[in-house]
């Protein structure tokens, strides 16, 4: 809300503005009193965190979009198509773009992220290479990155282009995305291939995939993580 607003995160009245937006958002949702009571004195915490966040990057940022949906495009030959809604797409003085994604968990990690294990980012890029985000234009993504909204109110940004070892571009990492995508569309367009229920487990302990229940991997699980740290 505060993005749709216009509002210039550089001018004297930008947290005050950011407040009154939290203030509207809270009155429509009618929260319970113990709730609120609880998710209010975070807000404010987190709309100080947010404002430093924005004044420390406005000078490269020529317009914030938020919420923006980008519509559907066809997946190479695969008869499919994607689309998708960004958190938030930013357009800087250069020309390129940064796709923002908002998290308040630690899931997906950054490595994950950078290792197409979770493309959301990604394939957000690859979209806005490609033009879905009508009123953007086709551009090139030039920083893809989480925003971690902390329980105690700190905003600390993360950019996947770098993990470890490991420096990509936004732009290589949004077309290899684009190829993997079409690659396991049509791996799966093949009725001989199975689904698995446990392709890529990240932890022993994770059973939330969509065919776990039928393939039974609670039952069946044995032991448990040593130090429940993100396998490589």
Sequence with gaps: AFVHSGADPSAPDALERLLDAGRAIFAEARLPMDVEAVWWPRFVHTAHGIIEWERKRADGILS??????????????TGKTLSGRADRVDIRADGKADVIDYKTGSSPSKGQAHRL????LALEAALLARGAFGELGQRQAGELCYVRLKAN????????????????????????????TERLLSWYDNPETGYLSRALPFKEGDTEGDYDHLARVLEWSAGVEADGGEAE
């Design 117 to 120: 294990l979770a493309p959301q």
């Design 153 to 180: 109110g700190a905003v600390e940004p993360e950019s996947i282009l770098k993990f470890k070892k490991s420096e990509r571009t936004a732009i290589d990492l949004a077309e290899e995305a684009w190829e993997r």
């Design 64 to 77: 914030r979009h938020a919420e923006i949906r980008a519509s559907a495009l066809s997946i190479g030959t």
